[in-house]
């Protein structure tokens, strides 16, 4: 057994050391999938080394716009499988882009807001038009850009979802704190907007990505643990998240940034490259209803 333990770590170590795939081979052959997560495939653009935010393109629902974590300005369209559609350049100010949001109505959100050691009083969210992923430019101009501010001391977010004319953040947090739920309005303003807590979640596990249903029902979200989702009642009713604990499908995976829904459920991408597919019922549209005759 010695022996067989030596060469295994020994062949690690040299794919570690010999670039990317390398890494991700490692990381790959250490997860376990639990029952009702999938593996769909692996991201393929070489210049996408830690996918950190995903969402369906309105465009063309069977491509994905994804990123990379921190100051890449890079907007990557993908395939479900993670084969490369297209790129572009954001042309904007980058400090820690950490997710990406969709209004399902022809515009992308870019949350730069990740902030890590708490440095940041001022993080920021970017709106451009979905472009065509089939025929991109070589950059994409922002429409609008809010400066946010925090409340109180600041804090890292990795998670965004928009709804009805709010941006909605979830706050990262660690050593079982929970995270809180804020929000800021999707209005022109040139002055910085302090964000506004709406309630505090159910969460223990520090977030790593959002989104919300079409229909504005359910709130998913991945952290280090797994992946949740929150249904209300009412569409829109974030504040009644914080009197209801999420539905978990428990996926211990260190490098999982992103998810967004899909028909067959939540698809979630690791920063090593994989993308992951939910399948339990409680991450799945609900049927559309026929109507009476």
């Known amino acids: 057994m010695l022996p067989t333990m030596i060469r295994a770590t020994s062949l690690a170590w040299f794919w570690m050391f010999t670039g990317v795939v390398g890494a991700v081979w490692v990381a790959d052959a250490q997860v376990q999938l639990p029952p009702q997560v999938e593996r769909l495939g692996t991201l393929q653009p070489p210049a996408l080394r830690e996918s950190s935010g995903i969402v369906v393109s309105h465009a063309d629902p069977g491509v994905f716009w994804t990123h990379n974590d921190g100051k890449s300005r890079t907007l990557f369209a993908v395939d479900r499988t993670g084969a490369f559609v297209g790129s572009t350049t954001v042309e904007a100010q980058v400090t820690d882009w ?5 209004d399902h109505q ?3 959100y870019l949350s730069d807001t990740g902030n890590n050691t708490q440095s940041r009083t001022e ?6 038009l979905e472009p065509n992923p089939r025929a991109l430019t070589p950059t994409l101009e922002v429409q609008r850009t809010w400066v946010l501010r925090f409340p109180r001391e600041p804090f890292d977010s990795e998670g965004l979802f928009v709804w009805n004319g709010y941006g909605y953040l979830i706050s990262k947090v660690v050593n079982d704190a929970k995270a809180s ?3 800021f309005p999707l209005k022109q303003t040139s002055e910085p907007v302090i964000l506004e807590r709406v309630t505090k979640l159910k969460i223990d596990s520090p977030v790593t ?9 359910r709130v998913a979200f991945v952290s280090k643990s797994g992946a949740g989702v929150f249904k209300v009642a009412t569409p829109g009713d974030f504040k009644a998240l914080g009197e209801v604990k999420p539905f978990m499908t428990k996926f211990r995976h260190e490098h999982v940034e992103a998810c967004c829904f899909v028909s067959e459920g939540l698809l979630a991408t690791a920063e090593s490259r994989e993308i992951y597919l939910f399948t339990a019922p409680e991450f799945k549209p609900e049927p559309v209803k026929a109507s009476a005759n």
């Open 123 to 128: 993080i920021r969210v970017h709106e451009v």
């Open 98 to 102: 950490e997710d990406i949001a969709s």
């Open 209 to 217: 990505g959002a989104d919300i249903s079409t229909d504005g029902t």
């Open 106 to 108: 022809g515009h992308l």
């Open 181 to 183: 739920l804020y929000r």
